[in-house]
């Protein structure tokens, strides 16, 4: 069978459908499920994949999500980047008692993700619907800002 990719906007646009109806899905795999219905409504042949979604998910502002994650055996580089969503991970530093500080791990600017220095393994994830943030509070359908 033959697949088209659907842009971000259209996936966008799927998940935010999605989410206004069912309010909260609590895996990735479940919400995957529910988007790519959504997606096929206006192309059959459309698909998402799970790293794609998930990235577009985490970083959507009409989404909360909640990471759920375990505690890897050692330190591990994480050279900088979120293992959720790709994007730049910030240290978090604590002060020191001498006037310096130590690095006591590291969170994303994009996504709920951190993690100390063993790293934090996402294992699950929760979502929720959350409003967004509009300009004016009418009940007008909602238009693409595009
Ligand atoms: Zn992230």
Redesign the pocket.
């Known amino acids: 069978m033959a697949y088209s990719i659907p842009s971000d906007q259209e996936v966008e646009d799927a998940l935010r459908y999605v989410m206004r109806r069912v309010k909260g899905v609590n895996s990735l795999r479940k919400l995957r499920k529910l988007v790519i219905k959504e997606l096929k409504n206006s192309d059959p042949q459309y698909t998402v994949g799970m790293d794609r979604l998930r990235k577009i998910a985490?970083t959507a502002p009409f989404i909360q999500t909640e990471i759920y994650a375990v505690q890897g055996k050692k330190k591990k580089d994480l050279k900088g980047k979120?293992p959720?969503?790709g994007?730049r991970l910030e240290k978090t530093r604590n002060e020191t008692l001498f006037g310096g500080s130590v690095t006591l791990g590291y969170k994303?600017k994009?996504?709920p993700?951190w993690t100390t220095l063993k790293r934090r393994i996402p294992i699950r994830y929760n979502f929720e619907h959350k409003a967004e943030e509009k300009k004016d509070e009418d009940s007008e359908p909602e238009r693409d800002n595009d």
Do not use: A, F, I, S
């Open positions: 985490v979120c959720v969503c994007n994303c994009e996504c993700y």
